[in-house]
């Protein structure tokens, strides 16, 4: 390495690490109190099936941008480094941060992964599913840290130094774990992100595309139950033509009122999809330049020009990896919109099927009784003697 090619190799490591440090503290400083408050937004829909998921995502984000948080500015004003050595901050922040990022993405897939399945198993789904939320979330927890438990045993911090008056530090694996340290990266990059992510997706997408009704929009009920149990004590057959009038304007606001929620539930799904897959996008180029890293030792690469390649294209690819935290507190903002519009529909349509029960076992009774004329009245048991 020429003399200019070190000064200029310098130069840009030196702009990269000021420019991913304010980028952190920019993004960490407004992510973190929004995602407090929706935290606190969150709390009135507490018996909503969602609201553990939410709670989670939330904790995740706040536990992994804390961590960051923390080890950048501590590595700047040297506060941690002078009670903990640096081999021990890079252990447990890569263990902090990897869990969390694990943890978040498969708390989304459980998430979706129960909404797939109360669409299409909305029967079976009640007895199946686990009773208790935070039991899932408990499970999720202990396996993202399981699958992180590498990271203790190989992160360490390394030297980094260009000749007498340049030197610093860096959190990588362990030099003695070389041989294995490509499979357990690309391990863990399948199991923290490629898969959960694709399963997001396909969830998203499946109910999106299926047909299965999310309601029923019709209560119909035979005339054999209307005889043995459901007749009413003073039940009156009054005028067909009026009846039949009065179903059918039910009828049109019911299938209007579908029509309505039907499309507020694909809007829905599709912000959820989009989300997901902006998700996806904004990760993507951090986990495969990572592993791309680890196969062809591009950090350390022998052509300073490859080196100053990877220095510019890492600090992209870790921007677009923060641009997504900012995006989390919106989508939580627009799931706590859909289960309040959930809750309030909810209360409306269960007023709407007792209406047309009533209406049409009113309509069932005038069918059976067809051959009596319009004035008789159906004797109440309580009149008989």
């Not at 941690?80 to 969390?100: D, Q, R």
């Not at 992160?155 to 362990?174: K, R």
Request: charged fraction near 15%; glycine fraction near 2%; proline fraction near 4%.
């Amino acid at each position: 390495m020429s003399s200019s090619e070190h000064e200029q190799f310098l130069r840009e490591w030196t702009f990269s690490s000021r420019l991913l440090f304010y980028s952190i503290i920019a993004v960490t400083s407004l992510t973190l109190p929004v995602l407090v408050l929706i935290m606190a937004l969150i709390r009135p829909h507490r018996n909503s099936q969602y609201f553990p998921y939410m709670c989670g995502i939330i904790g995740g984000n706040f536990v992994l941008l804390s961590t960051v948080f923390t080890l950048v500015v501590s590595e700047n004003v040297n506060v941690v480094y002078y009670y903990l050595p640096g081999f021990i901050i890079c252990k447990f922040s890569a263990f902090l941060v990897n869990s969390a990022s694990c943890f978040i993405h498969w708390t989304w897939v459980a998430m979706y992964s129960q909404r797939c399945i109360h669409v299409f198993f909305p029967l079976r789904s009640r007895r199946r599913l686990p009773r208790s939320t935070w039991n899932t979330l408990l499970i999720i927890l202990l396996f993202s840290c399981a699958c992180q438990i590498w990271a203790p045993i190989t992160i360490t911090e390394l030297n980094f130094s260009h000749g007498n008056n340049s030197q610093g530090t860096y959190c990588a694996e362990d030099p003695y774990f070389s041989s294995s340290s490509k499979i357990i990266v690309l391990v863990e990059s399948t199991i923290t992100f490629f898969i959960p992510f694709m399963l997001t997706v396909l969830a998203d997408i499946s109910v999106l595309v299926s047909k299965v009704p999310w309601q029923t929009p019709f209560k119909l009920i035979s005339a054999d139950d209307l005889r043995s149990n459901n007749r009413s004590d003073n039940m009156k057959i009054v005028s067909k033509l009026n009846l039949e009038v009065r179903v059918v304007q039910m009828v049109f606001k019911n299938f209007f009122q579908f029509q309505s929620a039907e499309k507020r539930r694909i809007n829905a799904i599709k912000r959820c999809l989009i989300s997901a897959t902006l998700t996806l996008v904004l990760n993507l180029p951090n986990y495969v330049l990572q592993v791309v890293d680890e196969f062809y030792s591009l950090r350390e690469h022998r052509e300073v020009s490859i080196r100053r390649i990877f220095l510019q294209a890492d600090a992209a690819v870790y921007i677009l990896y923060l641009l997504q935290f900012p995006l989390v507190p919106v989508n939580m903002y627009f799931l706590r919109q859909n289960i309040t519009r959930s809750s309030r529909k909810l209360r409306e349509k269960t007023t709407l099927q007792q209406e047309h029960s009533r209406s049409f076992q009113v309509l069932e009774m005038s069918n059976d009784q067809s051959r009596i004329p319009l004035s008789t009245t159906i004797p109440s048991p309580t009149s008989q003697t």
